[in-house]
Structure formats: C-alpha cells, structure tokens
C-alpha cells in the first residue's frame, strides 16, 4: 500500500516555473515507477512524465519535454515535478501516481492513468496568460 500527497500548486504567470512534490508512503516505494499526470476541466487524464523506480531513467509526453523534469528520492520518499517555461494550456490538477514498472530500470513505462495503482489527492496548477 502507498499512499501519495502531492504539494506546491499554484498560480504563475506565462513563462514561470513551479515545482511540485509528492510525498509518499511505504515501505516499498522504491519498487514503484511513479508518475506525474494531469486533468483539465473537460478533459482525460494526461500523462505528463514517469520515473523509474531506481531513478535511473525518465520519460515524458512529447509535450513538456525539455521543460518539465521528475526527480525522486528514495530515502525520503518524495518525488518532485520541476515545471519551467509554463503555458496556459499546462493548467489543470496534477497528480502523482504510483505504478508497476514493466521494463527492467526504466526500459519501460506505462502511460494510462489505468495502469496506476495508487494516487494522490491531486494539486491545482493555473498559469496566467
């Protein structure tokens, strides 16, 4: 079991950066690949960005490549979301989210919100045009 609380929304302008966290727990969370998705008024639930469980490797939607980066750290078992060079259309509740990792260190993810076990409560996102 893992429970997930993710933290350091808000609101930035255009051009800003925000930097979200998500504080975890259980024993096993390194076992765990964990992801970033985010869901906008109106619309499904998007993968945003997924780090393997050791660290070692990531992966992000075409979209906020280069500008967005997922770290861990697994002795105090948090995982932050660095957002730079924010736009309008990144405004939505972001979610960290706790899944299988079917590749070997990260030579794989999954990128369907379905295919994660555990979640967190969600934290809002608003960037100003």
């Known amino acids: 079991q893992v429970q997930l609380v993710e933290s350091g929304g808000g609101l930035v302008q255009t051009g800003g950066s925000l930097r979200l966290s998500c504080a975890a727990s259980?024993?096993?969370?390194?076992?765990?690949?964990m992801a970033w998705f985010r869901q906008a008024p109106g619309k499904e639930r998007e993968f945003v960005g997924v780090?393997?469980?050791?660290?070692?490797?990531?992966y992000y939607a075409v979209s906020v490549r280069g500008r967005f980066t997922i770290s861990r750290d697994n002795a105090k078992i948090t995982v932050t979301l660095q957002m730079n060079s924010l736009k309008p259309e990144a405004t939505a509740v972001y979610y960290c989210?706790?899944?299988?990792?079917?590749?070997?260190?990260?030579?794989?993810?999954?990128?369907?919100?379905?295919?994660?076990?555990?979640w967190g409560q969600g934290t809002q996102v608003t960037v100003s045009s």
């Open positions: 780090i393997s469980g050791s660290g070692g490797r990531t």
């Open positions: 259980g024993r096993t969370f390194s076992s765990y690949a």
């Open positions: 989210a706790a899944g299988p990792e079917p590749g070997v260190d990260g030579t794989y993810f999954y990128t369907n919100y379905y295919q994660y076990n555990y």
